[in-house]
């Protein structure tokens, strides 16, 4: 028994550490939406040189939305998917042609799909900030309608087009517990979006800023937002594993 006992001891420090600390995977699942004040960097480059045309205006600043769900894992990682669209943005261009002219609009969207990871840094009890870094596959759509017009005469076209890629994306924000397990939160996001195929070679970097709300779903919600169900730590002295532990724990 002098022998059997340490052992015993040795084997509950052991496995009550393990409950102690509980699974890695131990968390909570949250949902997240929030509205977006967006800025298409690129366009520029893809519109017509100013001094080619008699006209030019870019809507660059547009609003979208983004939708989240996560899974917040212990210590303050987390996985998640999200969707997003970007809002739409407008090149409008014009030129004179002898005695008509051509206009042309394109008007298009940038909508995406990303997996990624988050990390939440614990500021207070009902404050902390993140951040996320991630994959997205992204599209870029647009339509292009051109009109020529001059006295007697009007001729109209329109083309679609679209690319589409995968690029990496970071965000760093704040959230504010405003009710239990609710958090209000803004982050800046930036996506690096390079239109590299369908002849086009540009960069199209979005910045984006979100203002929105998190619910975190669980029984106890922790700052970091993870859920712990247990009240206390459970060690090898505890009443329960007293009669293994002995002497060691008086």
């Given at each position: 028994?002098?022998?059997?006992?340490?052992?015993?001891?040795?084997?509950?420090a052991v496995s009550?550490?393990?409950?102690?600390?509980?699974?890695?995977?131990?968390?909570?699942?949250?949902?997240?939406?929030?509205?977006?004040?967006?800025?298409?960097?690129?366009?520029?480059?893809?519109?017509?040189?100013?001094?080619?045309?008699?006209?030019?205006?870019?809507?660059?600043?547009?609003?979208?939305?983004?939708?989240?769900?996560?899974?917040?894992?212990?210590?303050?990682?987390?996985?998640?998917?999200?969707?997003?669209?970007?809002?739409?943005?407008?090149?409008?261009?014009?030129?004179?042609?002898?005695?008509?002219?051509?206009?042309?609009?394109?008007?298009?969207?940038?909508?995406?799909?990303?997996?990624?990871?988050?990390?939440?840094?614990?500021?207070?009890?009902?404050?902390?900030?993140?951040?996320?870094?991630?994959?997205?596959?992204?599209?870029?759509?647009?339509?292009?309608?051109?009109?020529y017009a001059e006295?007697?005469?009007?001729?109209?076209?329109?083309?679609e087009s679209d690319?589409?890629?995968?690029?990496?994306?970071?965000?760093?924000?704040?959230?504010?517990?405003?009710?239990?397990?609710?958090?209000?939160?803004?982050?800046?996001?930036?996506?690096?979006?390079?239109?590299?195929?369908?002849?086009?070679?540009?960069?199209?970097?979005?910045?984006?800023?979100?203002?929105?709300?998190?619910?975190?779903?669980?029984?106890?919600?922790?700052?970091?937002?993870?859920?712990?169900?247990?009240?206390?730590?459970?060690?090898?002295?505890?009443?329960?594993?007293?009669?293994?532990?002995?002497?060691?724990?008086?």
């Open positions: 028994m002098k022998v059997t006992k340490p052992i015993l001891v040795l084997a509950c009550c550490s393990g409950v102690a600390n509980a699974n890695w995977l131990d968390g909570s699942p949250y949902v997240a939406g929030g509205l977006s004040y967006t800025i298409y960097d690129g366009l520029d480059d893809v519109a017509s040189d100013g001094d080619s045309v008699d006209y030019q205006r870019i809507t660059k600043n547009t609003f979208g939305f983004m939708g989240t769900a996560g899974w917040a894992f212990h210590g303050g990682y987390s996985l998640e998917i999200s969707y997003a669209d970007f809002g739409e943005f407008e090149i409008n261009e014009a030129v004179d042609v002898g005695a008509g002219r051509l206009e042309t609009k394109v008007t298009g969207s940038f909508t995406g799909k990303s997996i990624g990871m988050r990390y939440d840094w614990l500021q207070s009890d009902s404050m902390n900030v993140y951040g996320r870094f991630g994959v997205m596959r992204w599209e870029a759509a647009w339509e292009s309608d051109v009109v006295p007697g005469l009007k001729e109209t076209s329109r083309l690319t589409d890629g995968s690029d990496l994306y970071a965000a760093v924000g704040g959230q504010y517990e405003i009710m239990r397990n609710l958090f209000a939160y803004a982050e800046a996001y930036y996506l690096d979006a390079n239109f590299d195929k369908d002849g086009f070679s540009t960069k199209e970097r979005v910045y984006a800023v979100f203002g929105g709300v998190m619910y975190r779903f669980g029984d106890v919600a922790r700052p970091s937002g993870t859920t712990d169900r247990r009240t206390r730590e459970v060690t090898a002295c505890d009443p329960k594993y007293k009669d293994i532990s002995g002497i060691m724990c008086e």
